[in-house]
């Protein structure tokens, strides 16, 4: 929609035909851009909701046709069900263990990842834990993942020089420790081990037999002590903001996290210190949810629009009750994959379904066993080469983790269907990742 009908009248008020009778007004033109700035919600819900047109009401209990869902063109040209290319390039920082630049169409963010000793000494009761106990309860007790989220100024309009900080830079970096730590996505043991060596104590033998004069008893292996640990410090950076800042953010640090390569640490008795080696050769990479094939948890952010809304505009609050009591279960709405700054302003409901699926290519058969849900089921079973990280089976998407703002559209059938775009976005995201990550 790139004007409205309404064109500007001639001085007078009105038009005069050839035979003296008055004829029609003209409209007023303007720009598209206007009438979004204007009347938003009319404008999105012109987009939307094409003549013809099926809705999708509270109680429908199908989604959407594809040839329904292709008549819905957003402002921005996109389906209703289409989310943004994503683009992905890692190794971006010279001085950063892991990095990567992460674009979704005009939202971009940089993040890097920075590793740093911590030593047990430094930190106050520090049990010594054994091998046996799982490597993620250590990083989430002792706080090893720091994520930092920064929107830089002039990423969008809303960011102007000289303000505080955003509430939404706090958020976003609250809700990726959180999903960090849900997840378990970090499986690499941070902790530096030392190997006390074993010690020798010699006897006297005070017997007149063959024995000899004396010999040395070897005592049992002490066990191993933890000397440090390894933090690692997530830094966020919001080059370009143009809504769904959360998908972003995450795509970023998980393909900063698969970037990284932690150096050889150890600990040296004679100088009570952790060295670490600078061959780059010896770097190890950072053991991520699926070590075999770089397997990540997805991100995938949907925001409902109603049409109540946009038609309720300029209604007085008791006359939008009325109409909301009156329309009851039959109000028609929309779910706007990977929505854009402009659709985040006309929703009030948004759903992020945090997914992790595979494929019959990469998938090695095992089973699971770290939680969560699943949108089908599927044998479980151990990974006997390492039973802190999942397997998951190729005949099913695993659901890491529901977040749910505002609203209560949303139900059973539209979470069905939304599972099934982030499946997919899960598989087209694994793609990209697994192929910068092959180069490196």
């Known amino acids: 929609m790139a004007t409205t009908d309404l064109e500007p009248l001639p001085q007078g008020g009105r038009e005069v035909g050839s035979g003296g009778a008055a004829a029609a007004p003209a409209g007023l033109s303007f720009p598209a851009a206007t009438f979004a700035k204007l009347s938003p919600l009319p404008y999105l819900l012109a987009h939307l909701q094409p003549q013809p047109s099926t809705p999708w009401t509270t109680n429908t209990t199908t989604t959407p046709s594809t040839a329904t869902a292709a008549r819905r063109r957003r402002p921005n040209g996109r389906r209703v069900d289409q989310f943004r290319t994503p683009t992905a390039h890692t190794g971006s920082l010279s001085h950063a263990e892991g990095s990567a630049v992460v674009r979704f169409g005009d939202t971009a963010v940089v993040c890097g990842v920075k ?18 106990r799982r490597p993620h309860d250590v990083t989430r007790e002792r706080a090893l993942l720091v994520p930092n989220v920064e929107l830089a100024t002039g990423c969008s309009p809303a960011h102007l020089p000289g303000q505080a ?29 030392y190997q006390p060596p074993t010690t020798t104590t010699t006897t006297t033998t005070t017997t007149t037999t063959t024995a000899p004069f004396g010999h040395e008893r070897q005592d049992a292996s002490p066990e191993a002590e933890v000397k440090a640990f390894w933090t690692l410090y997530i830094d966020v950076l919001f080059v370009s903001l143009d809504g769904n800042p959360f998908d972003a953010a995450w795509a970023a640090v998980t ?10 640490a150890y600990w040296d008795a004679d100088r009570e210190t952790v060295l670490c080696d600078d061959d780059p050769a010896k770097a190890r990479r950072l053991r991520l949810l699926r070590q075999q094939h770089g397997h990540v948890p997805l991100a995938c952010t949907f925001a409902v629009f109603t049409a109540g809304s946009a038609s309720g505009a300029g209604q007085t609050q008791s006359q939008e009750k ?30 992020t379904v945090t997914v992790m699926g595979s494929s019959s290519s990469t998938d090695d058969g095992g089973g699971d066993n770290s939680g969560g849900s699943s949108s089908k089921t599927s044998n479980k079973a151990t990974n006997e080469n390492n039973p802190y990280c999942p397997t998951i089976s190729s005949t099913k998407t695993k659901i890491i983790k529901l977040e749910k703002h505002g609203g209560g559209i949303v139900g059973k059938e539209q979470l069905r269907h939304m599972v099934a775009l982030a499946s997919e976005r899960w598989r087209i995201w694994q793609e990209i990742l697994e192929a910068e990550t092959a180069v490196k």
């Open 322 to 351: 009325k109409k909301k009591k009156k329309n009851q279960g039959q109000e028609t709405y929309w779910l706007l994959a990977d929505p854009d700054a402009f659709e985040e302003e006309q929703c009030l409901e948004s759903v």
């Open 115 to 132: 590793a740093e000793v911590l030593l047990a000494s430094d930190v106050p009761a520090v049990e010594q834990a054994t091998r046996r």
């Open 255 to 264: 393909a900063a996290l698969a970037d990284v390569r932690l150096p050889s």
């Open 165 to 193: 900080p955003s509430p939404l830079a706090q958020s976003l970096a609250v809700r990726i420790l959180s999903l960090l730590h849900c997840s378990e996505v970090v499986q690499e043991d941070l902790r530096i081990w």
